[in-house]
Nanobody, 115 residues
Framework: QVQLVESGGGLVQPGGSLTLSCAASGFTFAIYTMGWYREAPGKQREFVAS???????KFADSVKGRFTILRDNVKKIVYLEMNSLKPNDTAVYYCNAKRNSDDYWGQGTQVTVSS
């Protein structure tokens, strides 16, 4: 059974940092592109970052230079390191695993950036 379990969300002040984790199971993690998406209230889900099997990374323009994505193929975890957080980073953050027609999603973790 495929599972993606996000953790690490919470409340943080503007300018602060958080690291999200996504623990994967039930599929061959090392051969999937892993990504993070987010959904703010009243908005559509949007791409945040991804990391390929070859560890090529891609970021949304809105987070470039502030967020980093990493993967640990032994632990089967993908991380999203978020720095210099802004109020408009507030959203539910979702982990995603993609390979060909496979497209798996986690349940999400809330990140709130507020003073």
């Amino acid at each position: 059974q495929v599972q993606l379990v996000e953790s690490g969300g919470g409340l943080v002040q503007p300018g602060g940092s958080l690291t999200l984790s996504c623990a994967a199971s039930g599929f061959t993690f090392a051969i999937y592109t892993m990504g993070w998406y987010r959904e703010a209230p009243g908005k559509q889900r949007e791409f945040v970052a991804s990391i390929t099997v070859e560890r090529f990374t891609k970021f949304a323009d809105s987070v470039k230079g502030r967020f980093t994505i990493l993967r640990d193929n032994v632990k089967k975890i993908v991380y999203l390191e978020m720095n210099s957080l802004k109020p408009n980073d507030t959203a539910v953050y979702y982990c995603n695993a993609k390979r060909n027609s496979d497209d798996y999603w986690g349940q999400g973790t809330q990140v709130t950036v507020s003073s």
